[in-house]
């Protein structure tokens, strides 16, 4: 059991396990368009707008870069089995369910809401979406805003680790639930909905720190499935 939770939480098994959906999601892209892309997949690309029309081409050679590393570092290490994918992807169901109906019961208990009224009309474009959110919201808020915002806590200010940890949560949680109520597509505010998203933040930020990214992105894209689904029911 400790070798699957230390062997599930490895980087670039994270790579490979989300590889699949992040293909699904960019074919989504191409046959149903540039409507259908997350907000996260836009701010984390933007930086390749440098190299003009080439951006895709060079995007897509770095993921295919980073898939090969992840694949030479795993044969490195042990050999490579997807077979820790099963049980992977088991887990996120898991959570990704929890998330879905205990969080939302809990909190629409208090504070009910709508919060299927944001999403697109077409099913298969809301799990296209659900795709993209999974992967690039994960790897924005949680791989790279937690990160930095935990090196600034605990490196630069010297803060206690577990203190800064949980402000580190608490901060990334709030920043992810807020950016859902910014710009022409973001929701109408209300507290309900902003406090959902913020427990489910602070939810998907301590998977990420405990079970990794790649649980933490297919948590977070069964979860919207899940959404999605039970608004077409």
């Known amino acids: 059991m400790n070798d699957y ?27 149903y368009g540039a409507e259908t892309k997350n907000t996260a997949d836009v701010i984390v690309k933007k930086p390749f707008e440098f190299f003009g029309d080439s951006a895709t081409l060079v995007f897509n050679s770095l993921i295919i870069i980073i898939s090969l590393y992840s694949i030479f570092y795993i044969e490195r290490k042990n050999r490579l089995s997807c077979r820790i994918f099963i049980p992977m992807l088991f887990e996120s169901a898991a959570y990704g ?19 299927t009224n944001s999403y697109v009309q077409n099913f298969i474009k809301g799990i296209i979406i659900s795709f ?9 808020f949680r791989m790279l805003l937690l990160s930095i915002i935990y090196f600034i806590i605990v490196k630069a200010l010297r803060i206690n680790p577990a203190i800064g940890s949980l402000c580190s949560i608490l901060i990334c949680a709030f920043i992810f639930s807020i950016m859902h109520h910014i710009g022409p597509s973001g929701d109408s505010f209300s507290i309900s909905r902003f406090s959902f998203r913020l427990v489910a933040g602070i939810i998907l930020s301590a998977i990420f720190i405990f079970r990794g990214l790649g649980i933490a992105v297919y948590t977070h894209a069964i979860y919207d499935i899940l959404v999605i689904q039970n608004a077409y029911t």
């Open 5 to 31: 939770l230390t062997r599930s939480r490895n980087l670039p098994k994270s790579f490979l396990f989300i590889l699949p959906l992040l293909v699904f999601y960019e074919i989504g892209i191409v046959l």
């Open 97 to 115: 369910f929890s998330l879905g109906y205990v969080i939302l019961f809990f909190v629409h208990g208090y504070l009910p809401f709508d919060i």
């Open 132 to 140: 993209g959110a999974g992967i690039y919201e994960e790897i924005l």
